[in-house]
């Protein structure tokens, strides 16, 4: 049996997903459960809550339940037992950082075999980055294991951080970058006609449509003044053109963005459109004529946007910039616009630790010069030709079916995981025996934050008044945390307590027969044991 293992849910929302990553990961899950040739799907949730929001959004589509027939939600805390089987044929989570070196810890540490380990880039210029490549570098992984870089730029960059880092810190990056794109869902390449999305958000139908969606935000997407300022000249030569920008934002970006708006004169020739949801999203690229996206900024790698955009039809005029480079087809899908970059002065980049995150992003990208004249030109052309515009446009169509549509990218994927699978086969498990250095022991660290030093219980132990109250139905036993209850075994709890109704036994011996009893660990009895014990259910007495 083919089984695929993650602990990511790769569901971080119970809304409306729009931020790219939750809609890639979303969108992605969907995907490798409609078209992967897995037979079975075992995802670990943190808890109770995650593994309910991931069951209701299988649920809600179309075929979920057929859907969810193919999978296994467990918790967490039930990896450790299931590593040490290691039945998946690979493991994949929808980010690298957190999750990639942690597991190749735990596969070191409890795993009997070698097996593939990957996780996809999003954004990779945080401030955390370093750090994050550090403890990659560290981690025990192996030829086997891949981080999937989206675009050919984000591989680069990716690899040229792996060879920084390691050169300073002296470690070498033993696993694969494997470029992988992301993709977009099937409903993108059937938007509504554009009569009728043009009828629902009132625009005529002469009017010259062009289309910006992402987030509305000069810090972390894209500087969208340069481009009002062009369409400033681009309106007042045809009084017939629109341009709508739409996509999530923060009030006061939101507000400065409407402010530019008005003292350029374009309030009659520039929509803003926050917040839009999934049918206005459509109804917006069905109506359009161009698809415009001038990003300036670090933080992509990708551009799903652009790729909608593709998939529904639409010429795209985008700069030339990171994932962008592989998306738009110069020339034939659309237009890429040259991009100059000069960096902040030394005294600027030294606060790169200092300053926010997005502050530090748009420091950086305010040097990032998408060519202004360049990007009216290109927008010109297209509104002037529109055969020429509706060409490109079907050959971007065609081509994000080629190569971005889920389907596509999920065949993709699990050739990868074929391939690494087969090789892992041959490998030694990679730092067998070793331990993740990051996990310091509380014991040890916090120790003394206790009256005692933390210890496996000693004494003789009964069951106090309380637990007798329990046991004869006068009052409840004490509620089990739900996130908790592969620990909170019911079978060990119930031994553990009814073992000491015949009165005083000595704790040590009863830990013992009550995990040899249930089949549990004697760090997991000694564990129930203590929570007994802080609930009042048992006390343990010095030995006389």
């Avoid at 529904?312 to 890429?336: C, H, I, N, Q």
């Amino acid at each position: 049996m083919r089984i695929f293992g993650s602990v990511d849910s790769f569901v971080e929302s119970s809304g409306t997903l729009r931020l790219g990553r939750l809609v890639a990961n979303a969108t992605f899950l969907e995907a490798l459960l409609r078209h992967g040739d897995f037979d079975r799907y075992e995802i670990f949730c943190a808890t109770e809550n995650e593994r309910s929001r991931l069951r209701g959004h299988v649920q809600s589509l179309g075929d979920g339940a057929a859907l969810l027939s193919r999978m296994d939600l467990r918790l967490q805390l039930e990896l450790p037992k299931r590593m040490r089987e290691a039945p998946w044929e690979a493991m994949h989570f929808g980010g690298w950082s957190r999750y990639l070196p942690s597991l190749a810890w735990l596969r070191a540490t409890l795993s009997p075999r070698t097996f593939p380990l990957t996780g996809w880039i999003h954004s990779i210029d945080g401030p955390s980055q370093a750090g994050n490549l550090r403890r990659l570098l560290a981690s025990p992984l192996c030829g086997a294991d891949a981080v999937f870089c989206t675009s050919t730029a984000g591989r680069d960059a990716f690899a040229r951080q792996l060879e920084r880092v390691g050169r300073r810190e002296s470690l070498a990056w033993s696993g694969r970058l494997e470029h992988v794109p992301l993709g977009v869902h099937d409903t993108y390449f059937s938007p509504p006609s554009r009569a009728q999305a043009r009828s629902r958000l009132g625009i005529a139908t002469s009017a010259k449509l062009a289309l910006w969606i992402g987030r509305i935000s000069a810090t972390s997407k894209a500087d969208l003044n340069p481009l009002l300022l062009q369409w400033r000249a681009l309106s007042a030569a045809d009084g017939n053109r629109l341009l709508i920008l739409a996509g999530g934002s923060t009030d006061s970006e939101l507000a400065a963005l409407s402010g530019a708006i008005l003292e350029l004169g374009l309030s009659r020739s520039v929509r803003l459109m926050p917040d839009v949801d999934d049918a206005q999203k459509l109804d917006l690229l069905g109506a359009a004529d161009v698809f415009v996206s001038p990003v300036d900024n670090l933080q992509e790698t990708f551009g799903i946007s652009v790729v909608e955009a593709m998939a529904a039809g639409l010429p795209v005029v985008a700069s030339d910039w990171d994932g962008y480079k592989d998306l738009v087809e110069e020339g034939t899908t659309g237009m890429r616009i040259p991009v100059d970059w000069t960096l902040p002065p030394p005294d600027a980049m030294a606060l790169q630790q200092i300053l926010e995150p997005s502050l530090d992003q748009f420091l950086v990208a305010q040097g990032v010069a998408v060519d202004p004249i360049a990007l009216r030109k290109a927008l010109e052309t297209l509104f002037a030709d529109p055969e020429r515009a509706h060409a490109m446009g079907m050959a971007g169509k065609e081509r994000a079916r080629r190569l971005f549509s889920w389907q596509a990218v999920v065949s993709l994927c699990t050739e990868v995981w074929s391939r690494l699978s087969r090789e892992s086969a041959d490998l030694p498990v990679p730092g067998r025996g070793s331990t993740d250095p990051q996990i310091l022991d509380p014991a040890e660290v916090f120790g003394g934050y206790a009256s005692r030093q933390p210890s496996m219980p000693s004494g003789m132990a009964s069951l106090t008044d309380l637990a007798w109250d329990v046991l004869s139905g006068r009052i409840p036993m004490p509620a089990t945390f739900s996130d908790l209850m592969e620990l909170s075994d019911g079978r060990l709890l119930t031994v553990l307590v009814l073992g000491l109704r015949s009165g005083q036994t000595e704790s040590d011996a009863h830990l013992r027969s009550c995990a040899a009893a249930t089949g549990r660990s004697m760090a997991e009895a000694a564990w129930l044991f203590s929570w007994l014990r802080k609930y009042g259910l048992v006390e343990i007495r010095p030995r006389l």
